[in-house]
């Protein structure tokens, strides 16, 4: 029993120093990881435009990746990477679309169809009486 | 005023969501269109003598992004063929993530439609023009800027309906 606890505790440590190189292996620091893995998860597979280019294994998706990868190697930031993206796949690329003129009504139309219909359901409750 | 109010409602929302039904969301307006041409230092494939984005300065052409492995390329290739024969534009192909001897075996096969062929080995350059679905066509005038993309295999309609007109029009400019 005392050999099979040793041979258990011999396997945890070798697991652990392994994976350690593995990660030492790699380029990218946390951070970058960290980066990496949310701009992958934020945009869309051109390709398959209901995932994400993180789910995706479309080849165009795979070349995606590879190019993100590559630049936040470089120390590119998230915006200079997103932007590399808008420019050339257009805003669709990004799962939340930004902020502008063409999109105005995406973001601020459920809030007009709100006050809206506040308005009609104040109308409808408090002038009955 | 009762009845009425959820109708307009009804008819508010239908009017948006009618468009979205006959929007195709595989076709996405490339944020390219109306600028110049991305730079690029690219084989040529056949002769191997590199080219770059000047080679779109004198004269309208058309870019056409095709592969030996993409069968839609096949279906439109009667349509480029059909616009060199014209000889109405400079007519010019992008190999995209192909290999050169199926790319040269295809072109034997089926006929070579294009005056130059970029080779784009692992589609960098496609990645710079937004390529998401080969075959893609574009028309770029004298300039060098890009007028019109179209994503997918040229069909009948498309061919004479809208690229034929185009630059028709194109090279009625001056």
Known sequence: ?129 | MRISFPFIIFLVLFTILIFGVYNNPKIVRSPLIGKQIPSFNLEELSSGKIINQEFFYDKASVLNVWASWCLECLREHRYIADLKEREIINVFGLNYKDLRDDANGWLDIHGNPYEIILYDNFGNYAMNLGVYGVPETFLIDKNGIIRKKFIGALSEQVYYEELLPMIEKINEEN
């Not at chain 1, 165009?60 to 120390?75: F, P, Q, R, T, Y």
């Not at chain 1, 007009?112 to 506040?118: A, D, P, T």
Request: glycine letters at 2%; aromatic letters at 14%; charged letters at 20%.
């Open chain 1, 1 to 129: 029993m005392k050999k099979i606890n040793l041979f258990l505790y011999f396997i945890c440590i070798y697991n652990i120093l392994f994976s350690h190189d593995v990660i030492g292996e790699q380029k990218f620091n946390l951070i970058q990881e960290q980066l990496y893995k949310q701009i992958i998860s934020e945009t869309r597979c051109m390709v398959c435009q209901n995932q994400n280019l993180a789910e995706s294994e479309a080849p165009l998706a795979i070349d995606l990746k590879n190019k993100i990868k590559e630049m936040v190697e470089e120390g590119k930031s998230e915006k200079e990477i997103k932007n590399f993206l808008v420019e050339r796949y257009s805003s669709y690329i990004l799962y939340k679309p930004p902020f502008s003129h063409q999109n105005i009504i995406l973001w601020l139309g459920p809030l007009i169809f709100l006050i809206i219909l506040s308005y009609f359901l104040y109308r409808n409750i408090y002038l009955r009486k």
